[in-house]
């Protein structure tokens, strides 16, 4: 872009600075299962959802269980209290947990307490699952009923895809 032409500069979009009181945004359930009598999900703030990014706190209900899979850019997951198991790994508050793009992680168990987590997703925050027979065994060996994805009506900044309102992921 040549600095002289002023048409050009009056056209571009001033940086934005945004903030956001996670106490305005509600908690909005989308992952349900359950654990004999008792419903147990993930719910999620949306604080920030665009093309660009998605920034999100998310609480996992004691025990619910996540299958292992990637997203289609690179996650970010900050844990700030309980516990989260990944794998075989135990994650506790203060553990960073960085996914790149086209890497997998899980199972992901969030611990007695719970887990609460700040996540952040560099573009398309889908999921892309990992081993569905594999989640299918384990929730199955658990006693763990998989119910279907709660419909939730995404933000108006968040990008519209097909596949939006199935029930894919976890």
Not at 69 to 85: F, I, K, Q, T
């Amino acid at each position: 872009m040549d600095p002289r032409d002023s048409s050009s500069a009056s056209n571009r979009t001033a940086p934005r600075l945004a903030f956001v009181d996670s106490n305005d945004v509600p908690w909005t359930e989308v992952i349900a299962q359950m654990h004999g009598t008792r419903r147990v999900s993930v719910h999620e703030k949306f604080l920030e959802w665009n093309a660009k990014r998605m920034v999100v706190l998310g609480r996992y209900d004691p025990h619910v269980v996540i299958e292992r899979h990637g997203h289609a850019s690179d996650h970010l997951v900050y844990v700030l209290e309980g516990e989260l198991l990944v794998g075989d790994r135990r994650c506790l508050p203060g553990t960073l947990i960085v996914l790149e793009v086209g890497a997998s992680f899980g199972p992901l168990i969030a611990g007695p307490q719970g887990a609460l987590l700040f996540e952040t997703w560099a573009g398309d925050p889908r999921p892309v699952p990992a081993d569905k027979e594999e989640y299918y065994a384990l929730l199955k060996q658990k006693g763990i009923v998989r119910l279907p994805n709660p419909v939730f009506t995404k933000p108006d900044s968040a990008p519209k895809h097909a596949d939006d309102c199935k029930d894919l992921y976890s």
